[in-house]
């Protein structure tokens, strides 16, 4: 490749290791890289960098990595046995990565907002930025940090666990949509104690959400069975023996919150939420976003969202088009070289 590369003068072979030894030197300017090409996009495209999307990915090592950096966490790559390294990206509307930073492999999503948010409003001159995200970045810290710095931010939440969520849902129930972007509804905008939020309703997420329902069901009523059976026939008799093995079924098919235990010594039964049931069923296709800018309307909120699958087209560049993956480097400062040559190619390129 370096021979292509040379073309205007007489090829000669760099031994490999002055490569490795220049991503060193990478890693120590990465920061100036990063401004420099930023400016270089913003100026070839004409881009409106009003939008600005983020997310992470994962990378794993071949062998041990290096000491501090390369954890055991959740796996983007499918890799549970290895260790690895996160990567929090963020990522113009065209495609193009403009800021990347490398986080342990254990790092959980919600906590790697804050710096790189922080960049956005001091290191890159972006006039109005929206941040969007999915609903692993969403937390009340990280939507305050946002707001403080003057960034605006669309993240999507969790509507099985956060109360407003549901709340913003059931106030959709009666009413019907406000518009259309291909299959996906969405209801005006609500605004309570100073933030906004949008409803969106999609036919292929009520599918896949009603699909995954049914497989966990499917998976712990022949276990709640037999478990009831063996405590009536008196195998199964002390009450920390019978609370274990119920928790472990639920727990391993991730179904707690659909079925309701009732547990006593020599005695076990059981029976489906099916409140929280039918309303997956009814509601699953619905999810929520929410904003500090509350004069973005429904319709720009949901076109913005929709376009988080331009970081996902970016991750499968980096990953297979430049290796990203696997890494073998032994050195913290050398996987950040390895990473930021990765990330900056596809904007230096042009």
């Given at each position: 490749w370096q021979r292509q590369l040379l073309f205007t003068q007489e090829p000669y072979e760099i031994p490999y290791h002055h490569f490795l030894r220049a991503l060193d030197v990478l890693a120590d300017h990465h920061c100036e890289l990063e401004e420099g090409l930023f400016a270089r996009v913003r100026h070839l495209f004409n881009q409106d960098l009003d939008v600005v999307f983020y997310d992470l990915t994962s990378s794993y090592f071949e062998g041990d990595g290096p000491t501090g950096v390369a954890?055991?966490?959740?796996?983007?790559?499918?890799?549970?046995?290895?260790?690895?390294?996160?990567?929090?990206?963020?990522?113009?509307?065209?495609?193009?990565?403009?800021?990347?930073?490398?986080?342990?492999?254990?790092?959980?999503?919600?906590?790697?907002?804050?710096?790189?948010?922080?960049?956005?409003?001091?290191?890159?001159?972006?006039?109005r930025c929206l941040v969007v995200g999915d609903s692993g970045l969403m937390s009340v810290q990280n939507a305050q940090q946002l707001t403080d710095l003057g960034l605006g931010y669309l993240l999507g939440m969790r509507a099985s666990s956060s109360p407003t969520a549901h709340q913003a849902?059931?106030?959709?129930?009666?009413r019907p949509p406000a518009g259309q972007i291909g299959e996906v509804h969405y209801w005006p905008l609500q605004v309570r104690e100073g933030a906004g939020y949008v409803v969106l309703q999609s036919p292929g997420r009520l599918q896949k959400t009603v699909a995954i329902l049914e497989r966990k069901l499917a998976a712990v009523r022949p276990k709640l069975q037999q478990l009831e059976r063996d405590v009536a026939a008196g195998k199964v008799r002390q009450l920390t023996t019978i609370t274990a093995r119920a928790?472990?079924?639920?727990?391993?098919?991730?179904?707690?919150?659909?079925?309701?235990?009732?547990i006593a010594?020599?005695?076990?039964?059981?029976?489906?939420?099916?409140?929280?049931?039918?309303?997956?069923?009814?509601?699953?296709?619905?999810?929520?976003?929410?904003?500090?800018?509350?004069?973005?309307?429904?319709?720009?909120?949901?076109?913005?969202?929709?376009?988080?699958e331009v970081v996902e087209?970016?991750?499968?560049?980096?990953?297979?088009?430049?290796?990203?993956?696997?890494?073998?480097?032994?050195?913290?400062?050398?996987?950040i070289g390895h990473a930021g040559l990765c990330v900056i190619a596809p904007v230096s390129y042009t």
């Open positions: 954890k055991r966490g959740y796996s983007r790559d499918g890799r549970s046995d290895c260790v690895q390294v996160v990567l929090g990206i963020a990522v113009t509307k065209a495609g193009f990565p403009i800021a990347y930073r490398m986080h342990p492999g254990n790092t959980v999503d919600v906590t790697t907002v804050q710096q790189i948010a922080s960049d956005f409003g001091q290191r890159f001159r972006i006039d849902i059931a106030a959709t129930s009666n928790t472990r079924i639920l727990v391993e098919a991730k179904a707690s919150p659909y079925i309701k235990l009732h010594p020599g005695h076990f039964s059981w029976r489906e939420n099916t409140e929280r049931i039918e309303w997956i069923r009814s509601q699953g296709g619905k999810y929520v976003l929410q904003t500090n800018q509350l004069d973005l309307t429904p319709h720009e909120a949901a076109e913005a969202y929709r376009q988080l087209d970016c991750f499968r560049r980096l990953k297979d088009t430049l290796r990203l993956r696997p890494i073998y480097h032994r050195s913290p400062h050398r996987v």
